[in-house]
């Protein structure tokens, strides 16, 4: 049987799992992710690693990490998140636990996962949008991901058609997607309608304690559970910005299906619908022609590591 390993490098902890040929995860292990040092998240992905292949024949260790990673696989160019730039990410961490290595942008890894295991394996093409503290993005095309000249493509995110000159966003430009439809971005419409219309966020401003600002969003989910207008006008905000999206990655790619992955998916329904309802509203001129189906992903958090996992196994091959 032929093992290979799967590491998430996030912004709070970096995750392995041992994966098999058939892409289930065998086991898994974690440590927390060193902040700001660069020579500390090697070191903790090797103790994972470490740990997962002791007593087993492992082939090759494939990284997802948030970021710009150069177009052969081996440097991270820019991670915001974990501050670094140009770092050769493979070969450091190949020297150290002395495997092969390939390192891939996380969506990537996770649309990749998806895409051969998980709610898009029976389509050729498709995009992932991972809506958590930003918007990740993810696309295959032709059952290859589209990484682009520079290894760059697909951030999705960071597509800044939605609103030219609006909010500020953390890769430097306004008014990119991700401001509009993150986690943190329901959490903002939350906390704004609540302070403008408290007398339609009785439920939300009882969870947080009747301060606006405290709200979160869990509670922004919990709230809209119980109906609170507010909650749901924000679910119904951000359904409109990723709708719309995802109605022009339709008129770009025409994939086969969508998906909607991270954390803010927990929220079900209440998140499918409204980007469901933009989603129909914003392609309505294309009539009968048939539009991919909007769907949640079905890995969740192990989409990463097995996408990672199956990257390292064919890495002779894949594109
Ligand atoms: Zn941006």
């Known amino acids: 049987m032929s093992l290979t390993i799967g590491v998430d490098i996030g912004g709070t902890k970096v995750g392995g799992g041992l994966v098999d040929e058939d892409g289930n995860v065998l086991a898994t292990s974690r440590r927390p992710t060193p902040a700001d040092d660069t020579s500390g998240v090697i070191q903790a992905v090797k103790e994972v690693v ?14 997802g990490a948030a970021g710009w990673i150069s177009s052969d696989r081996s440097t991270v160019m820019l991670a915001p998140n974990l ?7 493979r070969d450091k961490v190949a ?12 969506a990537n890894v996770a649309i990749w996962g998806e895409h051969k295991y998980g709610a898009a394996k029976r389509h050729r093409s498709s995009v992932l949008y991972t809506i958590g503290t930003g918007v990740g993005g993810g696309i295959v095309v032709k059952d290859n991901l589209l990484r682009g000249t520079n290894g760059v493509a697909a951030e999705i995110g ?27 971005a329901l959490t903002r419409a939350a906390q704004e309608g609540a302070a403008e219309h408290p007398e339609k966020a009785a439920v939300l401003l009882k969870l947080a304690g009747g301060d606006p600002e405290s709200i979160t969003g869990r509670q922004v989910t919990e709230a809209a559970r119980q109906g609170d ?4 006008g924000a679910f119904d905000f951000i359904g409109f910005y990723l709708g719309n999206s995802a109605a022009d990655m339709v008129n770009l790619i025409d994939p086969g299906v969508i998906l909607i992955a991270g954390g803010v998916v927990d929220a079900g329904d209440l ?16 009539d009968r022609i048939p539009v991919a189906e909007v769907r949640a992903a079905e890995l969740g958090s192990k989409a990463g590591v097995i996408g990672a996992s199956d990257l390292a196994r064919h890495r002779e091959i894949v594109p």
């Open 229 to 232: 207008e507010v909650a749901l």
């Open 158 to 184: 960071h597509i800044r058609s939605v609103m030219p000159g609006g909010r500020e966003c953390g890769c430097g430009r306004t008014g990119c997607l991700e401001q509009y439809a993150s986690g943190r």
């Open 95 to 106: 020297a150290a636990i002395d495997l092969p290595v390939v390192v891939e942008n996380d």
């Open 50 to 63: 470490d740990e997962l292949r002791a007593g087993r024949e492992v082939e090759a260790v494939g990284i």
């Open 83 to 89: 501050s670094w730039k140009d770092e050769p990410l």
């Open 271 to 286: 998140l499918l619908d409204p980007i469901r309802k933009h989603y129909k509203e914003a392609l309505a001129s294309r």
